[in-house]
């Protein structure tokens, strides 16, 4: 059992604020790569060390996830956060060598929702620490093929030989790096070869950035069966997008967003990154007005977490900058509630929030612990019980999958207690709640004071984060699990 995470949290939770989980959510808007959200990385782990109350931190990545490099499964994410806890395989994860292939298989033959991770980007944002690979060339055919022979290889112990998965994906998610950056010949010849795979009426998502979004991209996304496209937005101010060292200006935006329409493409996301540093004096406000002006379908909030040996981890250690702090990040995620609410939005999730009918299929499949496939480097993969993931560089990956070995790199076995933990965890980052039913015992009696305080809801056998609950999601899932434990 996550013992640091526990006793951490168990012993130190107070109440109140603190800068906690900003990492958990966060690895995910800028690096998730498959899947799950962002759980738990911080929360878990950060937290087991430090917990004392409060605040956590959206999502950077999580939503990101999508943001700016998930790539379709986990991230690396829940891979902290179980780290340490769940017990790695010790060759590999069951299944990972080509001679486990069939018997000893972990996932099942059908998957319902696939990830694939591309990892191309023109240059590496500000902050990102994402799995990507910086090319002015993208090694199209050669990335097509690698995860083309991943899918149904004889070296992926996950493979999905047609027969057995025709018409069986409900979601596909091709995530990245920068997905818009694969040529549009080389997105048609990978979605092509996935077509036969999927349900009539799945959902095709791709992000993209908002300089790659043309008239005749977007038709030839759509051709290629796209139907949802994830757009890099993350702020609608110039000087903030330069310091971000994001690749388009403020006007791409509703430039992108227009084209994607006129193309018949309306479930758009846009992702948004709160939380910078004060010295920039971003105008947080005025970027959700614009956001909202735009009538995108979705929209995906991140905030900004330092990862370690980026450009921005290098600008706070010499103190050209200083990271945003508590009370910034509370009042910039609550000041996005109020305006996405005004506006018509309804936050489905702890960092996403989205028009009647546009809640995001693949994301919620993640929050749901629905298992899921990973492929492309860096991808995570889940079956329910164990998850695995890609080697992270691209090319180690492709080396590997030309040379006919497994890609996976390594994998654990999630314990009961650590699936009760991300079941716990999950379904408080999304509206519909904790069923209390599901658990062991009725709501502890501290849950009471977490609704006078307004942190929760407890109402039709359900126990619903508000969004002051949300900033302190990962306390409140540590103070939950450890409750299970405790003498009635
Ligand atoms: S576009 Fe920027 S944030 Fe997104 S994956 Fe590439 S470098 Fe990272």
């Given at each position: 059992m996550p013992r640091g995470f526990l006793a951490g949290h168990a012993l130190g939770f107070t109440g109140g604020l603190t800068p906690v989980a900003r990492g958990v959510l966060a690895g995910h808007a800028l690096g998730f790569t498959g899947g799950l959200t962002p759980v738990a990385r911080g929360v878990l782990a950060g937290h087991a060390l430090g917990f004392t109350g409060g605040l956590t931190p959206v999502a950077r990545g999580v939503l990101a996830g999508h943001?700016?490099?998930?790539?379709?499964?986990?991230?690396p994410a829940p891979r902290g956060f179980l780290a340490g806890h769940a017990p790695r395989f010790k060759d590999g994860p069951p299944g990972a060598q080509p001679e486990a292939h069939g018997a000893a298989r972990i996932f099942p033959p059908v998957v319902r929702h696939l990830y694939v991770h591309i990892p191309f980007c023109v240059r590496r944002c500000s902050y990102c620490d994402f799995s990507i690979a910086v090319r002015k060339r993208v090694p199209a055919e050669e990335y097509v093929d690698a995860v083309l022979t991943e899918l149904t290889g004889v070296a992926n112990p996950a493979a999905m030989p047609r027969g057995e998965s025709e018409g069986e994906l409900e979601t596909l998610y091709l995530g990245g790096g920068t997905p818009s950056l694969l040529p549009v010949e080389a997105l048609a010849r990978l979605l092509q070869e996935l077509q036969p795979r999927l349900r009539k009426g799945a959902e095709v998502s791709l992000e993209a950035n908002p300089e790659d979004v043309t008239p005749d991209a977007v038709r030839a996304w759509r051709a290629a069966g796209v139907n949802r496209v994830s757009l890099g937005a993350q702020s609608f101010d110039d000087r903030v997008l330069q310091w971000m060292h994001r690749s388009h200006d403020a006007a791409r935006i509703g430039a992108a967003v227009r084209v994607l329409r006129a193309s018949g493409i309306d479930n758009v996301s846009l992702d948004l990154i709160f939380a910078l540093p004060a010295e920039l004096n971003r105008d947080w406000g005025r970027d959700l007005e614009l956001a909202c002006a735009l009538r995108p379908a979705h929209c995906s909030l991140y905030g900004l977490t330092v990862e370690p040996r980026t450009p921005l981890d290098r600008w706070i250690s010499r103190g050209a900058v200083r990271p945003s702090d508590e009370r910034r990040y509370a009042e910039e995620y609550l000041l996005a509630h109020a305006r996405l609410a005004e506006a018509g939005y309804a936050f489905y999730e702890v960092s996403n929030a989205a028009r009647d009918g546009y809640r995001s299929r693949h994301n919620s499949a993640y929050w749901s612990g629905r298992p899921y496939l990973g492929l492309g480097p860096a991808a995570h993969s889940f079956d329910g019980r164990a998850r695995r993931w890609n080697i992270r560089e691209w090319e180690a990956y492709a080396r590997a999958v030309a040379d006919g070995r497994s890609p996976v790199e390594s994998g654990e076995v999630l314990t009961d207690e650590q699936r009760e933990l991300e079941r716990i965890y999950l379904a408080l980052r999304t509206a519909e709640g904790l069923s209390l039913a599901t658990r062991r015992r009725p709501a502890p009696s501290f849950a009471a004071l977490w609704v006078e305080q307004g942190w929760v809801v407890e109402e039709g056998g359900r126990l619903r984060c508000t969004p002051e609950g949300w900033l302190r999601l990962d306390g409140l899932v540590a103070k939950l699990f450890v409750a299970k434990e405790l003498p009635s």
């Open positions: 943001a700016p490099g998930f790539t379709g499964g986990l991230t």
